[in-house]
């Protein structure tokens, strides 16, 4: 995929904006919808795809249907900040699958991580069998979510 960072057409954000809503659209209805040819749709969609635009096409998964009704986000701090370190941290972490993501920070904490588990004891699991299991954590802190207000899988166009 090239780094073309050129200017979103308003024909390329109403194909974006279709296919966040239902990315299983056939090209014939997705051309439909915003109003172009199918072959035209075809080649703005493939160049959206080339230019990293569109990153890839997922399901998205109950996480309660999964067993995982619980998400807790966890700030973490690492005793050292070599670049090294970070990586290493960061690998670790992308491994382990109750990790939905992994954010490196600025201020007070390293990591901004967001987990989903089954309950306090889910999450107690989680940490002695695998976060705590990684080097270099100095501190950590949990704050288990209430209710989800807003969740988006991309930024909205």
């Not at 701090?77 to 382990?96: C, I, K, S, V």
């Amino acid at each position: 995929m090239s780094e073309n960072n050129r200017v979103v057409s308003a024909q390329d954000r109403k194909i974006l904006h279709e296919l966040q809503q239902n990315a299983r659209l056939s090209n014939a209805e997705l051309a439909e919808r915003v109003g172009m040819s199918p072959s035209a749709c075809w080649n703005h969609t493939r160049q959206l795809e080339n230019d990293g635009y569109i990153q890839g096409y997922v399901a998205l998964i109950n996480q309660q249907k999964m067993g995982l009704p619980d998400t807790v986000m966890i700030e973490v701090t690492l005793n050292a900040h070599e670049e090294g370190t970070l990586a290493r941290f960061g690998e670790e972490l992308a491994a382990l699958p109750e990790v939905l993501e992994a954010h490196l920070v600025s201020g007070e904490y390293d990591y901004l991580i967001k987990v989903a588990v089954d309950g306090t004891a889910g999450y107690e699991r989680f940490l002695r069998e695998k976060l705590y299991k990684i080097s270099g954590i100095r501190h950590s802190r949990s704050h288990f979510t209430l209710r989800c207000m807003k969740s988006v899988p991309s930024v909205q166009v």
